[in-house]
């Protein structure tokens, strides 16, 4: 079977993407102009001189130059370009659904009022709904290199949205901040009927995955990859079905993995976990879905049935309701591997 055969299947397969981080998909082009229009000065002239700059050796390295990207980000108009531009891109690669990740803390640092960013994201999610029959969610993300006071202040500001936002996050840096120091603020979201992710195992031990199921009480694990380092977590792992949300081109860039032949996603759908595929960051990490397809798919040996698997999974660990769900399973299984 040709890697070309398979990445033309995965192409063709419905998918949902669950780890998307908003501001992740600026593109370089997008921050000179909204720079240009926001009358921002920018750490970078020039979109060659931005792109030059995407070399990380950890995720302290990204997170530095996506803080700064974000600061172009200005107005309810910035968010719904934003918002759109992803979409787009998306849909180009047969994203039907995407649970989104954004940072108001981010911007509340910049003095943006809560509604600025959601508003637009909202405006933006209508539209692809009207227009292409694309669903979105949204997940309001903590940053944890901030205290509980902050991630308690943000849920307060976020009351009068929370009809229109589906779950939290933790996402940042994350060594030296266990999940522990949110177990609060994530119970308090729980009691408001929002759902709970979280990152862990992406750079951290496996104790923080560990910590995100006993302190957090997570319906999703975001990355995950160093859950593998513990059998007795892997188990736990499978007997709660728990969707992993793994993003192969972000593993690369921040050196999670050294090669992608070494990554861990086929060996966690042998292990029977529920392992996805996400781009995370795409505008930072070179590529969307499916460009995270191609990568996995040329570098592990994954069958049809696999990649069949993986979006089932992304469907199958969203937070559409059981109806929804059962429709975008029904589709998958009517794609035929060979056209
Ligand atoms: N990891 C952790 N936090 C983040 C990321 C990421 O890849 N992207 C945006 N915030
Ligand atoms: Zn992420």
Redesign the pocket.
Known sequence: MTAAALIDFARRLPKAEL?L?LEGSLEPEMMMALARRNKISLAFKSVEEARAAYRFTKLQDFLDLYYEGTQVLRTEEDFFDLTIAYLNRARADNVRHVEF?FDPQGHAERGLPFGVSISGILTALKMSRAQFGMTGKLILCFLRHLDEDAAFATLKEAEPWLDRIDAVGL?SSELGHPPEKFARVFAAAKERGLKLCA?AGEEGPPDYVRGSLDHLKIDRL??GNRSLEDADLVARLKDLQMTLTV?PL?NLKLCVVKDMREHPLKRMLDLGLKATVNS??PAYFGGYMMANFEAVIEALDLSAENIRTLTKNSFAGSFLSDGEKRAHLAAIDKVPFQT
């Open positions: 780890h981080h990740f996402a990152h975001d990355h993003c972000s995370d960051d």
